[in-house]
């Protein structure tokens, strides 16, 4: 089975300032990556997904996220963070073949901006 | 525009009843998703639906069951069996079966009274 983890529970950065958020995936091959954010009391909403080939993938609201197959990795990054980006960010993992479908959660980072 | 409609937004419920979470969309998705989040918790996944009349069990199915009689709705029925039902519950869509990413809800919280 797959498994996610995010290790920082709680981040703060400073409005303008640089991002990276962390996770780490256990599959036994490559999965598909995906990143989504939730504000307080609503949905999630995808930003950005990794099926194959490219290894950095950009998504919404100037997100990307890199690939790392030798780390397990898959790292959420904003060049410089807005007021808006207020908010909890998970990294779910999805198994390929006869299990895709179900994604794995990580338990989630919230972020906090400093103005 | 398309998208995931789930009601109510809260919901209370007294020890003993079974509660109906709704979950319609309009975005002609096969798969449809529950998932339950509990604070400071990532998601965990309730039951999953790929096709019409068909739902498999996930990781915390026990006191929950759900109905799959149309493509575009999805409800999540909370038994009494379900001893700590309070939560935020996700409705959750994705194009196929091979996941894209899901499109969600916006959530229903519920709270046991």
């Known amino acids: 089975a797959q498994s996610v983890t995010q290790p920082d529970i709680h981040i703060t950065v400073s409005e303008g300032a640089s991002l990276e958020l962390r996770c780490n995936y256990s599959y036994g091959a490559t999965p598909y990556l995906f990143w989504y954010v939730q504000s307080p009391g609503q949905g999630l909403q995808l930003l950005l997904k990794?099926?194959?080939?490219?290894?950095l993938v950009q998504g919404i609201k100037g997100f990307e996220a890199e690939f790392k197959r030798s780390q397990s990795s898959f790292n959420l990054r904003k060049p410089s963070v807005h007021w808006s980006d207020a908010a909890e960010y998970f990294c779910a993992v999805d198994p390929t073949g006869t299990n895709a479908g179900k994604s794995t959660f990580g338990d989630g980072t919230t972020l906090t901006v400093k103005p | 525009d398309g998208g995931i409609t789930q009601s109510p937004k809260y919901l209370f419920r007294k020890e003993g009843q079974n509660v109906t979470l709704s979950c319609e969309q309009n975005?002609?998705?096969?798969?449809m998703y529950w998932y339950r989040q509990d604070p400071g918790q990532g998601l965990r996944l309730i039951y999953y639906?790929?096709?019409?009349?068909?739902?498999q069990k996930g990781d915390i199915a026990e006191g929950y069951s759900v109905s799959r009689e149309k493509k575009e709705s999805f409800p999540l029925t909370v038994t009494s069996a379900q001893k700590n039902p309070t939560a935020f519950y996700l409705c959750?869509?994705?194009?196929?079966?091979?996941?894209?990413?899901?499109?969600f809800g916006s959530g229903t919280r519920l709270t046991v009274v």
């Open positions: 990794y099926f194959s080939g490219d290894t």
């Open positions: 639906s790929q096709i019409v009349n068909d739902f």
């Open positions: 959750a869509s994705s194009v196929t079966r091979a996941n894209y990413g899901y499109t």
């Open positions: 975005l002609n998705h096969d798969a």
